[in-house]
């Protein structure tokens, strides 16, 4: 099995990530229709509380296992990798069983306190999911230290596709019985997700191990190996492994507990101001809706993040600090060029996006006032979550964990406490403005800690500025455009197939111009293009061979 680069790893996890999100989207589709925006709140609370006990039940070993096997894969030492694996494995089994009896047992009383006990089935139905979860999460964080992304990037995909499936199969079901059934039916389908994610593992990992034993059987007969002395005892890898994966898990759960913070306090701090089912409406709209479509700018970033760790902590490792810089350079200006367009495009066509995906079939005013506005704000957020996320990954691979765990207390404190200042002024746009405010301050750490460490350059001032430019002209043109199809595009005289066409043309017409501009702005030239990935690269074939004869012209 052959190891993946920074960029090959990156697009398979990135092309992975979009199937699974878009599978995800799809999945909010019919859950919606199904739940109500009532039923998604519940829904979403239980899988925002489920995702922060699935990081601590890792304790961020995946990512902190990647760095371990990957610096020992770097100099030769798979006995010992091997042995780290294993210890890894034998702590997620037990994190696993405890972690589901806690969620389970204590599911009635943390839906109680934040005043929506009908979540508290839900909770209990993907609790078991923690079971298996664990386990592959270390899987996927061995392999990602092997450099190979396509057992984590498949296994992606089809836990996807049957959580999907058993989600919506089971609310539809179930939905004759009670709401709360329905949901629970829902929240249930990531335990299939889990079984169907192991099976992919497991397939990966048995064909893992045959090519090991056949190629070290091979180096052994070509050059016998030296006593490398007594194995790794696994009180001294647990060591080694908490030591680097706490301050890990730390920075892993900052994103899941931010909207895990905002599951619990949505209701409890606008219930005063609009009431108690409104309130709970709005949280349906944060979380079924608004995270669906604002996680899709991050996908590439957390692709990069994953692709990162173990190459920026094997040149590390080997003291290479050119290849330190150039990988933190590029994986700076990959996460915004890649994630700045699908930020605008999304924000520009939210209202079309949300009538088209989500519709509102209860006719709720709430729905119709706060969908698209909730949509745009988080979704701008995100921008800074892209670049919170990328260059916490870089410290992560250099080993720079204190800096990681100061930015997560520094930005959940900022978060908290402009949370209970905010909403009481500008109510669920406050809370938002919170969350970008935390993603703001733990960049902004960061980045200042990377520089005085690596040298690197994101982009020139004047690229700066061209960027800016490309942004405003985006976000007129979507504002145009969007006030045109509204008032003008109703080629079939219903309100949901007119937002799918009005959808498709503000993306469209957004989505061209954005490389476009970044062209005529300069952000981008052609010499950029030729340093582009292959499969990038073959994208772009057609500009370069243009380029390319145009320079042959101007020498004849």
Not at 385 to 397: D, E, N, P, R, Y
Request: hydrophobic share 55%; proline share 5%; aromatic share 8%.
């Amino acid at each position: 099995m052959s190891k993946d680069s920074l960029v090959k790893g990156t697009l398979i996890l990135t092309l992975a990530a979009l199937v699974a999100r878009a599978l995800g989207v799809v999945q909010r589709i019919p859950l919606v229709y199904l739940l109500g925006d009532i039923g998604m709140a519940a829904y979403g609370i239980a899988f925002n509380l489920y995702s922060v006990l699935l990081v601590v039940a890792t304790a961020g070993i995946p990512s902190a296992l990647s760095k371990m096997i990957s610096e020992r894969t770097a100099l030769g030492q798979h006995a010992e990798a091997d042995r780290i694996y294993k210890a890894a494995l034998v702590f997620a089994a037990a994190a696993g069983i405890v972690m589901t009896v806690l969620l389970y047992a204590g599911a009635p009383y943390y839906a109680k306190s934040i005043a929506n006990p009908e979540a508290a089935l839900p909770i209990q139905a993907i609790a078991p999911a923690l079971l298996l979860f664990p386990l592959i999460a270390i899987m996927r964080g061995y392999f990602q230290g092997r450099r190979m992304m396509m057992p984590n990037g498949m296994s992606q995909i089809i836990e996807q596709i049957f959580r999907v499936a058993t989600s919506v199969l089971l609310a539809y079901l179930l939905l004759s019985h009670s709401l709360e059934y329905a949901v629970a039916g829902a929240s249930f389908g990531g335990v299939m997700g889990s079984i169907a994610a192991a099976a992919v593992m497991l397939y990966y990992a048995i064909r893992l191990k045959r090519s090991d034993r056949k190629e070290r059987l091979e180096e052994r007969a070509e050059a016998p190996g030296p006593d490398r002395g007594e194995p790794l005892t696994f009180k001294k890898i647990y060591a080694q492994l908490f030591r680097l994966s706490v301050p890990i898990v730390i920075f892993s759960m900052t994103v899941t507990l931010i909207y895990t913070i905002d599951a619990s306090i949505v209701t409890l701090l606008l219930r005063d101001q609009i009431g108690e089912l409104p309130a709970k409406e709005i949280l349906g709209i944060l979380v079924g809706r608004a995270q669906s479509l604002a996680g899709i700018p991050i996908i590439l970033a957390i692709a990069l993040s994953q692709s990162i760790v173990p190459i920026i902590s094997s040149a590390y490792s080997q003291n290479d600090m050119k290849q330190v810089e150039g990988q933190t350079a590029k994986v700076l200006q990959l996460s915004i060029l890649s994630g700045l367009p699908m930020v605008l495009v999304i924000c520009a066509a939210a209202g079309p996006l949300n009538d088209f995906i989500f519709g509102n079939p209860t006719g709720s005013p709430v729905v119709e006032e706060y969908a698209a506005p909730i949509i745009i704000a988080l979704t701008v957020s995100a921008m800074f979550q892209i670049l919170m996320q990328t260059s916490g990954a870089v410290l992560m691979g250099m080993g720079r964990m204190k800096v990681l765990v100061f930015s997560v207390v520094a930005g959940i404190a900022v978060k908290l406490i402009a949370s209970f200042t905010l909403a009481p002024l500008f109510g669920i746009y406050g809370i938002i403005a919170a969350t970008a405010l935390c993603f703001i301050v733990m960049t902004f750490i960061s980045l200042q800690m990377l520089r005085r460490t690596v040298r690197f350059r994101v982009f020139s001032l004047r690229r700066w500025a061209g960027l800016a430019v490309v942004a405003v002209v985006i976000v007129l043109l979507g504002i145009g455009l969007d006030a045109v199809s509204r008032s003008y595009i109703h080629p079939f005289g219903s309100e949901r197939w007119d937002a799918m066409v009005q959808s498709i043309l503000i993306v469209g017409v957004t989505g061209a111009a954005y490389p476009v501009l970044l062209f005529l702005t300069r952000v981008m030239t052609v010499q950029d293009l030729q340093h582009l990935p292959g499969p990038l690269r073959k994208l772009a074939g057609p500009i370069l061979g243009h380029s390319g004869r145009d320079r042959q012209s101007d020498r004849g």
